[in-house]
């Protein structure tokens, strides 16, 4: 997805958003960022776009959105249970309508048989309570999986929550 693609999604979102009355946060690892640096080249973000959260290392997430030390050391930092509490945590965190969590093999280092580099876990979740993860595994270097994973993370976000707004 091209700068251009990407800008347009995080539009969309960000329309959705503001017709709902409704904010976002994001708790990213593997993307470093990228989400809400994306929602927020928007101008006007600031009506639907609460915080970011970039935890990338383990102690980042257990200390800002409260992802627990037991379930990082039973399952790894790329797992569907770490992605759950990510956005869980977020959205208490920031008090946000819905939360985007992402954490992945972004490489070119770092992967494993079970985890190969481009592995990545996603959640989206509501302050209703409603929750949806996947996992995907991009190919491409490390800039290209990272890409990815932001389009595949606002996309998710989009057709859970705000395509029907």
């Known amino acids: ?29 593997c993307t470093g960022g990228w989400i809400a640096k994306t929602l927020t080249d928007v101008a006007g973000s600031s009506a639907w776009f609460e915080r ?12 800002m959105i409260g992802v627990s030390a ?30 985007v969590s992402v ?6 280092d770092g992967g494993s048989d079970e985890k190969p580099v481009g592995t990545v876990w996603f959640g989206v979740a509501s302050a209703t309570g409603q929750g949806v993860t996947q996992r995907e595994c991009f ?3 490390r800039e290209s999986v990272r890409r990815q994973a932001t389009a595949f993370a606002l996309q998710l976000l989009w057709q859970q929550f705000l ?3």
């Open 52 to 63: 970011g959260f970039v935890t990338y290392s383990n102690e980042a997430k257990s200390q």
């Open 163 to 165: 395509q029907n707004t």
């Open 103 to 108: 954490s992945g093999i972004a490489g070119p």
């Open 139 to 141: 190919a491409g270097d």
């Open 1 to 29: 997805m091209t700068d251009s693609e990407l800008f347009q999604l995080s539009e969309k979102v960000g329309q959705a958003l503001k017709a709902q009355g409704a904010t976002v946060t994001a708790a990213e690892s």
């Open 70 to 99: 037991v379930t990082l050391e039973q399952h790894g930092a790329v797992s569907e249970p770490v992605v759950v509490e990510m956005a869980v945590g977020a959205l208490r965190a920031a008090r946000a309508s819905y939360a």
